[in-house]
């Protein structure tokens, strides 16, 4: 390809070539099928038949069609097969490699093809990187030659033997999987043997290919230097040659286990595949048998970069502009509308040196795969308390650190939880019901959510309601999911629940099934006795947090004391008080509704009243007379679930292939939460509901600020690198930036936890916990990670190779903007005059957006069980000191400005808000703007048309101080 053609004419190649694919593979086999039909016989043909084809000599015409479809049926297999090779190495980064079954012409003709596809498809997705006027990669470079400045043109390289575009992608872009670009920038360019590249398997000795525009020339280390055609050398810097030694591969080596037996650092590994690439594809697949060659143990390891451009030494963050944090985290909305992050649990991230105490293995505390609607009833009741326990914190208090095993907990309920599922089933059941309200209500048995639609269980057939689908036998109706969210939403706002007793039982062909507990009114369930139990709990737990409920009691009988924490939880000790409680409900409903309560099916359509409803768990067996008397006492309001009731209308029997529901007969995958994780959501729960917290802590001696008798060196920098997390993530003062996400992740760990990181806990916290990595893998990101941060004036690596015991850890000169942020509320709190102040604004001038912004998927999700609630409640506290500060002295516009930079951090707060009301005190307009604007994110916080209710009576009587009266809530 001439790098002056013009593009139309690629375009039109590259098309072409697409319409050539796309009719081998996809028109051969029709036009084949509908010429010839079958190619091989329909029979043996018998002797005589083959005697008198011998002697006339006479073939069927058919006969030459079918072994001339069955030769073109042979080479169409071969050529998918290279097209699918070459489309592999393509989505994996590298070169395809040699097929031993496909014949050489076929795969040479499958890369070309599919290298001219994919270029017009590199084209078309990346316009600015089209080559055929990429003029940008062929910019002039300039670098030095014999420590003299020198202008120079793009790098090229000459081919030598065993040389590949991995390889030279490797070593002049530092990036394997950029070989793509070099291929695109000398494909169809006539070399000096009159040749071309046309196939990147192919690479001639002698070529000269050209490198992109932002390559780098390598160090001699890294190979031997190449001469220039007229003979003198490029430098004068003597090629250094290693030595190697040969090893043969045994079964159960890996580069990582080689590398660390062989040279003494298992990261090495990068050495030995650099060395053997035209042998080894891929790092993770080495064969018995192969020779491979390992360099000296003396031998300097690959070459990193010192900082191109390090940071200043010092930092007037006081002259920053910072972007207001509305634009910085692309909100528009208006100022009342404050940017949150979610809520998380705490687990106090400690500065100090540690055991390096073992961390949570990958186990998981319960199976919650694919039960969405539970994992988010019990996230909803969580992210409740703690957004209240937000606005209720003293100063200076965060709340209180949960044990690891509470936090695994709330991990797994986060990753497996799936609000929008669980808002389209309640979404979809309100609409339901306010849909068939002109006819009889339906008779519900349950409901199963899946990953594309909603379906709704009954016990006889009945006619769907509008937009939803009527199943063969009549007795499911579903509604698919491809139905708009939002507009489901407002169709269902105001609709009463009409199933508040719907409770995940089981799962069945991958969905979640959830039970109509009033439907069945009474459920004996058999089988194993802690399995019982441990699906009570389960079921506790959810009817205690579900949103599918707008009124609902959840009655405990002799388990679940610690779930009393919940709302909706009460505990009795014995059947006796059981049978009271149960009675006792039953006349306060008689009380509100008379005699004769309502169905359950009532509420379906919104017609009539309700009743309050309650369920009885009782998982401990039970004799025939307390089943009996407990049988007694129940009615439409009451359902029970209980282990030995005998004469219940449903039966449930756990088996060693789930939970067997009778009598419609349903086989279900089992559910239930143990007793560990049980304790655990109480501990969650109890933690989100304490108000008091414990004291935030705020080192008095920080080690990342120098502060001298002067305030201006309050600002002076002790780091070399800053890992920034106060708004977009980002590394101030890096070698080179982050080519992967991984490994800034790995690099932001680390930074908050300077006792560093075995490659247990790395795996654990960097990585999925269903995709856990490979050594290689692992290998590989910390030498990313390595490359990006370089080495400091000394040479010495900012992330050094891992210590004897085992552990990775960064050097001192790698610090946080947290850390800043400490240090200055360490020092303002040592001055209360103005220049504390200044102090103050200076750690809330760091704040320049949500904390962790553009972190996504499974990124940096070990900052959201501890961390990220530490900043906020750092921030908070900076706030609050701030504006009080600035109160006593008058200064009510940049106490107001302090109050709004916590707001627009951790949302609702009643004591930003306090001191807005102080700091507006004098114009009562705004101070009933202020408490207006509360009520009204309140009230949408809630979900609750009441709000009063929900502020805490010191700031009401502020409020009614400062109007001298209450009417605002009346």
């Not at 040479?108 to 600015?128: D, K, N, Y």
Request: hydrophobic share 40%; charged share 20%; net charge negative.
């Amino acid at each position: 390809m001439n790098l002056n053609e013009n593009p139309r004419g690629e375009a039109v190649r590259g098309l072409a070539s697409a319409a050539l694919l796309v009719g081998l593979l996809i028109g051969v086999p029709i036009l084949l099928i509908l010429g010839v039909g079958w190619p091989l016989p329909q029979g043996i043909p018998s002797g005589s038949d083959i005697v008198t084809t011998i002697k006339t000599g006479a073939v069927p015409p058919s006969t030459i069609w079918k072994s001339i479809s069955v030769v073109v049926w042979v080479l169409w297999f071969l050529l998918l097969a290279g097209v699918g090779v070459e489309a592999w190495a393509h989505l994996r980064g590298r070169v395809a490699p040699r097929v031993a079954f496909l014949p050489s012409f076929i795969q040479r003709f499958s890369a070309q093809v599919m290298g001219t596809t994919l270029l017009i498809a590199f084209s078309l997705q990346h316009p600015g990187l089209a080559t055929a006027d990429n003029q940008e990669l062929l910019a002039p470079t300039t670098f030095k030659i014999d420590a003299e400045a020198a202008d120079a043109g793009p790098h090229t390289h000459t081919v030598e033997r065993n040389d590949n575009l991995r390889q030279l992608a490797e070593r002049y872009l530092g990036d394997p999987n950029r070989w793509t670009e070099v291929f695109v920038l000398n494909e169809g360019q006539t070399q000096i043997d009159g040749g071309s590249l046309s196939d990147p398997n192919q690479l001639q000795a002698g070529w000269k290919l050209v490198m992109p525009g932002d390559s780098r020339t390598p160090s001699a280390a890294e190979f031997k230097i190449a001469e220039n055609s007229d003979g003198n050398q490029q430098s004068d810097v003597p090629a250094i040659e290693l030595d190697h030694s040969l090893i043969t591969v045994q079964t159960g080596d890996t580069l990582w286990g080689l590398a660390a037996q062989h040279l003494d650092d298992p990261e090495r590994w990068v050495d030995i595949f650099n060395s053997n690439q035209d042998i080894i594809q891929d790092p993770e697949v080495i064969l018995p048998g192969w020779q491979l060659e390992i360099p000296a143990i003396d031998s300097k390891p690959t070459e990193i970069l010192p900082p191109a451009q390090p940071l200043p030494e010092t930092v007037d963050y006081t002259a920053l502009q910072i972007q207001p944090l509305a634009e910085s985290v692309g909100h528009t909305a208006p100022v009342s509308a404050y940017a949150t992050t979610r809520p998380t649990v705490v687990a106090v991230v400690s500065s100090e040196s540690s055991d390096h105490q073992s961390v949570p293995t990958r186990e998981t505390m319960f199976a919650v795969g694919g039960l969405g609607v539970f994992a988010s009833s019990l996230g909803w009741v969580l992210a409740r308390l703690r957004r209240t326990q937000r606005r209720r914190l003293p100063n200076g208090r965060m709340p209180v650190p949960p044990s690891d095993g509470a936090v695994q907990l709330d991990q797994q309920l986060q990753a497996a939880s799936d609000p929008d599922a669980a808002l389209f089933l309640d979404a979809s059941l309100r609409i339901m019901s306010s849909r068939v309200a002109d006819n009889p209500p339906p008779s519900i048995v349950g409901v199963t959510m899946d990953s594309s639609r909603v379906s709704i269980h009954l016990s006889s057939p009945e006619v769907a309601p509008p937009g939803f689908h009527i199943g063969d036998d009549g007795t499911t109706w579903t509604l698919p999911k491809d139905h708009g969210l939002e507009l489901l939403l407002d169709e269902a706002d105001g609709v009463p629940a009409p199933l508040p007793t719907l409770a995940t039982v089981g799962k069945k062909d991958g969905g979640e099934f959830l039970l109509n507990l009033e439907h069945m009114a009474t459920l004996n369930l058999e089988g194993n006795h802690q399995a019982i139990i441990e699906l009570c709990a389960a079921m506790a737990m959810q009817l205690a947090s579900s949103h599918l409920a707008d009124d609902l009691t959840v009655l405990c009988v002799g388990f679940g004391r610690e779930l009393t924490v919940l709302e909706r939880v009460e505990h009795v000790p014995d059947l006796a008080s059981a049978t009271e409680r149960i009675r006792c409900h039953q006349r306060q409903n008689q009380a509100l509704l008379g005699s004769h309560p309502p169905s359950d099916r009532s509420r379906i359509g919104g017609n009539g009243d309700f009743c309050h409803p309650m369920v009885a768990l009782a998982p401990h067996k039970l004799s025939r007379e307390d089943a009996s008397e407990l049988l007694e006492a129940c009615d439409s309001s009451v359902s029970v679930v209980a282990h030995g009731l005998d004469g219940a209308s449903w039966a449930g029997q756990l088996n060693a292939h789930g939970l067997l529901l009778q009598p419609i007969g349903l086989q279900l995958e089992a559910h239930g939460l143990p007793d560990a994780a049980t304790a655990a959501f109480a501990e969650l729960a109890s933690s989100a509901k304490d108000t008091e917290g414990v004291a935030l802590t705020v080192p008095t001696e920080p080690q990342l600020i120098e502060v001298k008798h002067d305030a201006s060196a309050v600002g002076l920098l002790a780091v070399d690198i800053e890992v920034r997390v106060l708004g977009t993530i980002e590394v101030l003062g890096a070698a080179q930036p982050f080519t992967s996400r991984r490994a800034l992740d790995l690099v932001t760990y680390l930074a908050f936890h300077p006792e560093g990181a075995d490659r247990d806990q790395l795996r654990t916290h960097i990585w999925p916990s269903d995709e856990p990595p490979s050594e290689s893998t692992l290998a590989n990101t910390v030498s990313r990670a390595r490359k990006a941060l370089g080495t400091n004036e000394n040479g010495d690596l900012y992330l050094p190779r891992v210590s004897a015991k085992g552990i990775y850890q960064l050097q001192a000169g790698v610090g946080t903007d947290v850390g800043r942020f400490e240090a200055l509320i360490s020092a303002a709190r040592k001055d209360v005059g103005e220049r504390g102040r200044e102090q103050l604004q200076s750690a809330l001038d760091l704040v320049r957006g949500t904390p962790f912004t553009g972190s996504a998927g499974d990124m940096f999700r070990w900052a959201d069980f501890g961390l990220r609630t530490q900043i906020d409640c750092l921030v908070d506290t900076a706030a609050h000191e701030l504006a009080a500060r600035c109160l006593e002295v008058g200064d009510t516009d940049s106490a107001k400005k302090a109050a709004l930079t916590s707001l627009r951090l951790v949302g609702v707060c009643e004591q930003c808000y306090r001191l807005r009301l102080l700091a507006a005190a004098e114009n009562p307009t705004e101070v009933r703007q202020i408490m207006a604007e509360l009520v009204h994110l309140l009230k949408r916080e809630s979900n609750q048309p009441e709000s009063d209710d929900l502020i805490g009576p010191e700031l009401l009587e502020l409020y009614e101080q400062l109007m001298s009266t209450g009417s605002l809530f009346r």
